[in-house]
């Protein structure tokens, strides 16, 4: 071959080479964007939240439910809503606005009945911190600024993690060899920003959404381990962390722990030993124990 072909071959290289790069620079700009406007529309959401009568932020017995725990927990650290569903503790007169049918009765620790949230203890408790952080840094309350701090809260424990869990897929799809599949990682972003149950759950408190994320973090740890070959061991710990945690939020994604447990057990038992199965207890002891300290069984 000629120098002058060897240079043309080497001239069309690289017009190709910074093609596929700018096509992908293209690509990446167009997913963010896809995301960023079901940010936005789901921001819209929250800030239009309130119940039917208008008077609080919150759709649900459920909802409701979750946000007594909260509410309590943050002021006097105790699991009890007999001050928030009732006028009085005499559990004759209800607060309309607060109450709900999701909930238990037993003795507390002061040997008189009480009333508790039937939800797992778990998931309120983390978001009980977020709002003991927030009252402790603005001094707005749950009680006196209800639409406002249920807003903001909203938007640090639903928005942001699925903003973030969105973010890391695009990344994801748009790296390494995933980059060429510029059509497929169009229409997987597209399904994740628009085409789940997902956004739909932003504007109120729910186990749906964060059990999600956590088992599609799981998925990605599954395959940099076995797709990837990536057996680093904190992929294994990651991996037990998420899928502890969708199935402490989501009873049926307990299956998903055992799966995910014998796949990685195949590919690498020593490691799965090591990393997942440990990674497993810190969600199993927070869901039992916090479950025990509520409601002392």
């Known amino acids: 071959m000629s120098s002058k072909a060897q240079n043309d071959d080497k001239t069309d290289s690289g017009q190709v080479s ?8 293209k690509l990446r700009w167009v997913l963010y964007l896809l ?18 009568k208008g008077d609080v932020p919150f759709f649900s017995a459920n909802d409701r439910s979750r ?17 928030l569903l009732f006028v009085e503790r005499d559990g ?9 049918i999701d909930l ?12 508790y949230s039937s939800k797992p203890p778990l998931l309120p408790t983390m978001y009980a911190g977020v709002y003991w952080m927030l009252r402790q840094c603005t001094g707005l309350t749950l009680s006196n600024d209800t639409f406002v701090v249920a807003r903001i809260i909203l938007v640090l424990v639903n928005l942001i993690p699925l903003a973030a869990f969105w973010i890391f897929w695009v990344r994801y799809f ?9 059509w497929s990682a169009l229409v997987l972003t597209s399904f994740l920003a628009f085409g789940t149950f997902l956004s739909t759950f932003v504007s109120t408190l729910n186990n ?19 797709v990837e070959k990536d057996t680093r061991l904190r992929w294994y710990a990651l991996a037990g ?14 299956g998903w722990v055992v799966a995910v447990a014998a796949m990685l057990f195949i590919h690498n038992p020593l490691k799965t030993v090591l990393g997942y199965l440990p990674a497993l207890l810190p969600v199993l002891l927070g869901f039992f124990g916090l479950n025990y300290l509520a409601h002392d069984e």
């Open 67 to 83: 946000w007594c725990t909260i509410a309590a927990l943050a002021v006097t650290g105790s699991y009890e809503i007999d001050d």
């Open 35 to 52: 995301v960023g406007i079901s940010i936005a529309f789901q921001f819209a959401r929250i800030c239009q939240v309130r119940s039917r």
């Open 104 to 115: 238990v009765r037993h003795r507390g620790k002061d040997g008189k009945l009480h009333y």
């Open 92 to 100: 004759k007169q209800r607060k309309t606005s607060w109450y709900s």
């Open 174 to 182: 748009c790296s390494g060899d995933r980059e060429d599949g510029g």
């Open 18 to 25: 910074a093609a596929e790069v700018t096509g992908g620079l």
């Open 241 to 254: 962390l998420c899928t502890s945690f969708g199935a402490a939020n989501e009873l049926p994604a307990l």
């Open 208 to 226: 749906h959404l964060p059990a999600a994320i956590a088992v599609g973090l799981s998925v990605c740890c599954l395959h940099r381990i076995l």
